[in-house]
Structures are given as C-alpha cells and as structure tokens.
C-alpha cells in the first residue's frame, strides 16, 4: 500500500487495519508512487488535460432503496480542450468496472455523471446497470471506498477516496457560516458566504446529523456576503423531521468529507 501497488478495499469482517491501509494508500497517492503515477504505463491520450472525479457516496436515507442517488461524476477541467473518454473505464476498489462507450466527449468544463443503478443513458447522464450500490458509508469500521477513471491503457488518470485522512486542507474551509433552525415552520439551515470572494457550491454536501447528505451542485455560487436558507423540506425533498430539537449537527463539507463550516444545537457538537 505504501510502495502504491494496490488500492485500499476496505474490509468489513476484520476492520482493524482499514485505517492503516486507507491512510497509506492515500500517502502513496499524494506522492504520486507506482498505480498512482498517471504516466505508470506511458503517456496516456490527452495527458495535458485535467480531470476530477468525485462520488456520492451517502444519498440521503437508505442508500439501497435509491441506488441511482449514488453516482460518480467526471469533470474537463480544461478551460480550452474537449477529451474523448472512449474506452476508458471507471471502477471502485472491487474492480467493478464501467467502460465509456465510443462517443463519449467532454467539452472544456462539461461533467458526465455516472449513476450506479439502471436508466436510459441521455447525453452525459450514463446509468452503470447495477441493482446495488457500490460505495459504503464509512461508518466505525472505517468502510471506505474511491472512484477511480483509467485511460485505455491503464494509467489511473483522476480519483476520489473517502474519507479523506492525509492533506485534507481544503481553500474554502472558514468561507461558510451556518445557522441551522430546527424548530422553526419548516427545518431549515441558513448558508452564508462569509469570505471575500464567490464560493461555488459544486464539490459540496449539507450533512444534516451525518445520517443525512444532500449534493448542493446544482445550486449556484454565493457571492461575498450572501446568504441563502435550505429548507429541507422544499428545497432538499425531505418528506419528514430529521432535525432532532434535542439536539444535532448541520455541516458544509466535501465528498471527502472533510467538514468546511458547522453548527449544533442542543446536545449536538460540531
């Protein structure tokens, strides 16, 4: 795992060394040693243009009775170059494979996302056809997972692993305020930019008692100072309370899950 010859499965019968291994296999990444080095077999295609990946690892709920709320979803990052993805796969740490089919392009900025269970694939919206999820919740044993997207020749061209344990600096934790209102008409937290600059809202979740994750990707950037409420039920669909009054937390965070702003009440502690 430190010499970056495996990537971490996390085991759920003997979890005593999950930590162990996520930990050094996410060193090795951050170093860029063996699998983890994009040039591993060569110079891949397109090898100057920058990719994310990032996977929505908790929907809201029970994950298996909404298997297509889990998804993986791929960004050009590249202001200038489409990429063709043809052939190349995305798989979790099960070797669990999805390869993208003859067509697939990315226009500079463009996302595809990939859900897990069945539908009809439309444009970049792509369904993997499975019946079950693939990623676990972390949990106590440390059930941790990742996305990871090889080229055609097998090179591990981007990932995401969760949770994050090694360099978990992110540039927009203090950017965020939090006032979560359990008791009003209707559960609520009130999100505020409280930085000097925009702050998008793609990479990022509101994480209600972390039984609960809700993507925030499809809502825009706040600008410096500006503020905006999240009504859990109108805004985030949520059919019923789960905003204890007694007491809970409300937290912004990455799909890494790394928390950038938090607020309790009650017995709650961020």
């Not at 981007?158 to 950017?175: I, R």
Request: charged share 25%; with cysteine.
């Amino acid at each position: 795992m430190a010499e970056g010859h495996a990537l971490f499965l996390a085991n759920p019968k003997e979890p005593a060394w999950n930590r162990t291994y996520d930990e050094r296999s996410q060193r090795a990444a951050l170093a860029g040693r063996g699998l983890w080095d994009p040039d591993h077999c060569g110079a891949g295609p397109a090898r100057d243009v920058p990719l994310a990946v990032w996977v929505n690892w908790n929907p809201p709920g029970v994950d298996s009775r909404d298997v297509n709320g889990e998804w993986t979803k791929v960004r050009n990052e590249s202001p200038t170059r489409a990429i063709s993805l043809a052939g190349w796969w995305i798989r979790d740490s099960m070797q669990r494979r999805h390869t993208l089919p003859a067509g697939t392009t990315l226009q500079p900025g463009q996302t595809l996302t990939l859900h897990t269970g069945r539908g009809a694939d439309r444009g970049l919206t792509r369904y993997w056809g499975l019946g079950v999820t693939l990623f676990p919740n972390v949990g106590p044993d440390h059930l941790g997972d990742g996305a990871y997207l090889f080229d055609p020749q097998g090179d591990l061209r981007a990932s995401m692993t969760y949770p994050c344990l090694v360099s978990c600096e992110h540039p927009d934790q203090g950017a965020f305020a939090l006032t979560a209102d359990p008791r009003g008409r209707g559960e609520s937290v009130l999100v505020r930019n409280v930085s000097g600059r925009a702050v998008g809202l793609a990479d990022k979740l509101l994480v209600v008692n972390d039984g609960f994750a809700f993507p925030l990707g499809d809502r825009a950037a706040l600008a410096p100072g500006e503020e905006r409420e999240l009504r859990l039920g109108a805004d985030l669909g949520v059919g019923r309370p789960i905003m204890r009054d007694g007491g809970g937390v409300a937290r912004i965070a990455t799909y890494r899950d790394v928390t950038l702003a938090c607020d309790a009440w009650g017995s709650g502690r961020c």
